[in-house]
């Protein structure tokens, strides 16, 4: 079974910038992964971000960027506001018998 | 507007069943993919199972592959999840959510509460 890998914390201040990745246990993530982004705060239920690696949803902010690098599926949080504070997912299809697998989950603190 | 709602969530005892219905709404519902995801408390996103569009192919976690069932009727909007030989670490919000082109999963249930406990 793969395992999908993120940082299981990162700390970004008001207006930084933060980088999160997403890295599979059998290689390299490639597009055919077509990485998806989750957000979710607490209390509620997950709220799509990206998908297939780099597309917005017409709801997901300007400041969210979705990408590959270093054989990683990769999200940016740019100009980072306080309601980004939130536990980010990463969902990468996987293929077999157990096609989509998430990654266990980014908790980003903005302070 | 899409809308997808789960219920038939609850408390039940470990060895038991409980099937979930996702009553889903604003698109055509044969046209997609649909998943149940669910969350134990405190912890992160699980996938679960996933059915095609028309039914026809299944595929499940490792951790559910045997015990749980996921199917579509199309004539009435609905998914389940058929869920037996419950165990304690089953406990968790199950949330419904459809695979829509790209694919992207762009709409999600509110989720339904299942307890596994004696």
């Known amino acids: 079974q793969t395992v999908v890998t993120q940082e299981p914390s990162l700390t970004v201040s008001p207006g930084g910038t933060v980088t999160l990745t997403c890295a599979s246990s059998?290689?390299?993530?490639?597009?055919?992964?077509?990485p998806n982004w989750f957000q979710q705060k607490p209390g509620q239920g997950p709220r799509a971000l990206i998908y297939?690696?780099?597309n917005k949803h017409s709801w997901t902010p300007a400041r969210f960027s979705g990408y590959l690098l270093g054989g990683k599926a990769a999200l940016t949080l740019s100009a980072v506001q306080p309601e980004d504070e939130a536990h980010y997912y990463c969902?990468?299809?996987?293929?077999?018998?157990?096609?989509?697998?998430f990654g266990g989950g980014t908790k980003v603190t903005v302070l | 507007q899409v809308q997808l709602v789960e219920s038939g969530g609850g408390v039940v005892q470990p060895g038991r069943s409980l099937r979930l219905s996702c009553t889903a709404s604003?698109?055509?519902?044969?046209?997609?993919?649909v998943h149940w995801v669910r969350q134990a408390p405190g912890k992160g996103l699980e996938w679960v199972a996933v059915?095609?569009?028309?039914?026809?192919?299944?595929y499940y976690a490792d951790s559910v592959r045997g015990r749980f069932t996921i199917s579509i009727d199309n004539s009435k909007n609905i998914l389940y999840l058929q869920m037996n030989s419950l165990r304690a670490e089953d406990t968790a919000v199950y949330y419904c959510?459809?695979?829509?082109?790209?694919?992207?999963?762009?709409?999600w249930g509110q989720g339904t509460l299942v307890t596994v406990s004696s």
């Open positions: 959510t459809r695979e829509h082109t790209s694919p992207k999963f762009d709409s």
């Open positions: 059915i095609s569009h028309d039914g026809r192919n299944e």
């Open positions: 297939s690696t780099s």
């Open positions: 969902l990468l299809y996987c293929g077999g018998t157990q096609p989509w697998v």
């Open positions: 604003g698109f055509p519902f044969g046209s997609d993919a």
């Open positions: 059998t290689g390299a993530v490639t597009s055919g992964y077509y």
